[in-house]
């Protein structure tokens, strides 16, 4: 059977400048910049947003802790080739309150293997509690730039938000059956 799925691509927002990027869901497109325009549409009308980036899930190399307790050999002799030094900018779970359960950008590495970025990772960074990490070459990111917030994210600051409650449709269509003949109204 034929997969008929646009790629999926998993999307970081930042709402403030003291705070980081954090992983709030994914959206399928055929490309990575409609990623970047579908991300800002579902993700992106009600909350405020500063930034936001969009990445192809395939790029990301992701491993729990377990996974990493699981395998000994995950970090040895994986030296890659000298002359491909990559940035790659690290991920990472930290909690598993229901209310938080993001993946947060934690900071950057350069290596030459996802593996080694990994590494190098936990070693800098690996200073508390970790569920998840995440692991991404920079150059696969698509970012908004500074210059993207008027037209990409300020539209959605005029918006009123309302509720589901704020919407009094129970008590219309209550007033509508009281209305008809013969449906307990006139």
């Not at 359960?101 to 350069?110: D, M, N, P, R, S």
């Not at 991404?136 to 994210?153: A, G, K, N, T, V």
Request: proline content about 6%; aromatic content about 10%; charged content about 30%.
């Amino acid at each position: 059977m034929t997969d008929t799925q646009w790629p999926r691509f998993e999307v970081f927002l930042q709402d403030r400048p003291e705070t980081s990027h954090r992983n709030i869901g994914s959206v399928h497109a055929p490309d990575i910049e409609m990623a970047m325009m579908n991300a800002r549409d579902v993700f992106v009308r009600r909350p405020s947003c500063i930034s936001l980036w969009v990445v192809p899930v395939d790029a990301i190399y992701a491993k729990t802790v377990q996974e990493i307790e699981a395998d000994p050999e995950l970090f040895r002799d994986r030296l890659g080739d000298e002359s491909s030094v990559d940035k790659y900018d690290i991920f990472r779970k930290s909690s598993q309150r229901r209310a938080m359960t993001f993946v947060i950008y934690t900071g950057q590495v350069e290596a030459t293997s996802p593996e080694l970025a990994l590494q190098k990772a936990i070693e800098i960074f690996g200073d508390g509690t970790t569920y998840v990490w995440w692991v991404c070459p920079e150059r696969i990111i698509l970012r908004s730039q500074e210059s993207d917030i008027p037209s990409m994210f300020a539209p959605a600051k005029d918006k009123e938000y309302r509720q589901p409650r704020d919407y009094k449709v129970v008590s219309a269509m209550q007033e509508v059956k009281r209305e008809q003949p013969g449906k307990g109204g006139r």
